[in-house]
């Protein structure tokens, strides 16, 4: 459902509010197995989203810009996914045309609906607490289906 590039900013938001204060690319990296260089460019993007602070030099790295709790994960995946995400037609099309739904669009919208509503009322935090390891975060494969 999800793709791989929001599946590892995800994960880096993990990483970083179990470090205890900022962590920096290489440590972010190995924990999340998230390639350096493509971590690095998912990083300035959260950063440019207000999500992320950074600092550079000796003893420089990222944290985050907000606590936990006011990290929906929405705020991240909206950064990487398209915007039409939560509008997409079951069947393929970019969206169901008004007056004309597809035939699963009745079953699909509530499905929709209810994802989305995780996504704005779930927050970093409540990741953190059900303890989840960046690993256990990437869930079943059937949510991968996208990279």
């Not at 999500?51 to 991240?76: D, K, M, N, T, Y």
Request: net charge neutral; glycine share 8%.
């Amino acid at each position: 459902m999800l793709s791989q590039t929001s599946r590892y900013a995800l994960h880096a938001l993990i990483v970083i509010a179990r470090s205890g204060g900022q962590a920096n690319v290489r440590e972010i990296a190995e924990q999340a197995s998230i390639p350096t260089n493509y971590l690095g460019k998912i990083l300035h993007v959260l950063g440019r989203r207000g999500l992320l602070r950074s600092s550079r030099g000796a003893g420089g790295g990222f944290q985050l810009a907000r606590r936990p709790e006011e990290i929906p994960l929405l705020a991240v995946i909206e950064t990487f996914e398209d915007p039409q995400f939560f509008a997409r037609c079951l069947l393929g099309s970019e969206s169901c045309p008004e007056g004309r739904p597809c035939v699963a669009h009745a079953l699909w919208v509530p499905i929709v609906e209810q994802t989305r509503r995780f996504f704005e009322t779930t927050t970093l935090a409540d990741l953190l607490a059900e303890g989840q390891s960046p690993a256990a975060l990437a869930g079943p494969a059937h949510l991968h289906e996208r990279a």
